[in-house]
């Protein structure tokens, strides 16, 4: 036996999927309020791999405050009402890569702030989730007062920012690695 000694390397958490179907998913789950309540939006979009290819089976969750820039606490996010905005959701993306919510536009949690949703994604090949946020692309002033979206490159800022559709809903696509990659937040 010799003297040397070894330094041990950690090594990566399990994978966080795709074992979806067992447990996660739950009547309503991405449904923050009722389709069609008023103020409701639809908020969707692709999750696609490095390669650009869509992603099946992976497993979004938002948070957010109401309409009102309120951060909301009740209860009631695993058994849905119909009635109570509870600011978080999760959703399945399908067979197709795209995933939605039906939710409302966040407002801002301090004046002149810039609301955001904020993301985590599960899905498989990950070791750990991933977060990120959804800028809403109206308000550019407070857009380029935000901090993090100060410290970033502009073409590293608009992965973060959502489209707004015709119908008044918004579009996030989200970009594992590659090009367009989205910008991803470590939480120490």
Do not use: C, H
């Not at 009547?27 to 309020?33: A, G, S, V, Y």
């Amino acid at each position: 036996m010799s003297n040397q000694t070894t330094q041990l390397v950690p090594t990566p958490g399990q994978t966080v999927g795709p074992f979806y179907g067992y447990a996660l998913p739950f009547e309503k789950d991405n449904e923050l309020l009722a389709p069609g309540s008023p103020g409701s939006i639809r908020l969707q979009g692709t999750v696609y791999d490095g390669a650009g290819e869509t992603v099946p089976d992976a497993i979004l969750e938002i948070w957010q405050p109401d309409a009102q820039g309120n951060i909301v606490q009740k209860t009631g996010s695993l058994v849905r009402d119909g009635y109570t905005f509870t600011g978080w959701g999760r959703g399945a993306v399908g067979y197709s890569g795209v995933y939605t919510f039906t939710t409302v536009n966040p407002g801002p949690t301090s004046p002149g702030a810039a609301p955001f949703i904020s993301v985590a994604i599960f899905a498989r090949g990950l070791t750990n989730r991933l977060f990120t946020r959804i800028y809403l692309p109206e308000d550019q002033e407070a857009l380029a007062k935000d901090p993090l979206l100060a410290s970033l490159e502009p073409e590293r800022r608009e992965t973060l920012i959502a489209r707004r559709d015709p119908d008044g809903g918004l579009t996030f696509d989200i970009r594992l690695q590659g090009e367009g990659e989205t910008v991803f937040l470590d939480f120490q």
